[in-house]
């Protein structure tokens, strides 16, 4: 058993746990108990706001990178991470950086196309964006890792101006009619497609143009979430 796999049982337990009444919940399942107790006006739950939800940090990992352009590469200031060059208006209007060490923040869970920054006295650059085509689809560090492997060994192919996210997405609905260890991937890539907004002042349609037959196609087989629903429905039905 592979990871991916591992991963798909634990969806499946999970939902199943989930849709199982329990003597603990008044012979409840969980999610019924949650809908009855957010319906209940009484019951105040509790909840972050936008902002401190951002400041979570357990997650966070940071690195050091040193800050390139400037004359000699006839380039404005800019970091390179994972393959990719990030800056935003604050590092490109500050040439007399270069050569600096800026300390990168980010949670490897979440969007990588944004990631924090700071000089080395603490001081906040903002948000660094990803430039290029990196930068129309969300995805994650491990994603971006993943999808750029299979560009090296010649598994998927993409140009300058394609989405790589939809082109490995397209890869593993291919796959997955006869991999079962394709179908955790593509669930995670399209979750996050899904549950990310795309970057600001990125439009949709370009995304969308690479694709267009894609979702047609879908209804006709199931993915591994559909799948998980279904199993849970089911499993319901019989209690």
């Not at 404005?76 to 270069?98: C, F, K, Q, T, W």
């Not at 549950?195 to 006709?220: C, D, H, L, W, Y």
Request: proline letters at 5%; zero cysteines; a positive charge.
């Amino acid at each position: 058993m592979n990871v991916d796999e591992l991963r798909e049982l634990v969806e499946i337990s999970l939902a199943t746990y989930n849709v199982t009444p329990h003597v603990a919940h008044g012979d409840l399942s969980p999610m019924q108990a949650l809908d009855q107790f957010a319906a209940d006006p009484d019951h105040i739950i509790k909840t972050l706001s936008k902002n401190r939800r951002s400041q979570l940090t357990w997650l966070n990992v940071e690195e050091t990178r040193k800050i390139r352009g400037g004359l000699r590469q006839q380039r404005r200031p800019y970091i390179h991470l994972e393959g990719v060059d990030y800056n935003n208006e604050v590092l490109r209007g500050a040439p007399s950086m270069v050569g600096q060490i800026l300390t990168l923040v980010y949670d490897p869970t979440e969007d990588a196309r944004k990631i924090a920054a700071y000089t080395k006295n603490g001081r906040e650059l903002g948000l660094l964006k990803a430039k290029g085509q990196w930068a129309i689809a969300p995805h994650t560090f491990d994603l971006r890792r993943e999808i750029m492997a299979l560009r090296t060994v010649k598994e998927i192919f993409y140009q300058e101006h394609d989405d790589p996210v939809q082109v490995y997405i397209t890869h593993l609905n291919e796959k997955a009619l006869h991999q079962k260890s394709a179908r955790g991937r593509l669930v995670t890539a399209q979750n996050l497609s899904k549950n990310t907004q795309p970057k600001k002042g990125v439009t949709i349609k370009r995304a969308e143009k690479k694709a267009p037959s894609q979702k047609m196609s879908e209804p006709k087989k199931q993915t591994g979430i559909q799948k998980v629903r279904t199993y849970s429905k089911r499993k319901a039905r019989n209690i």
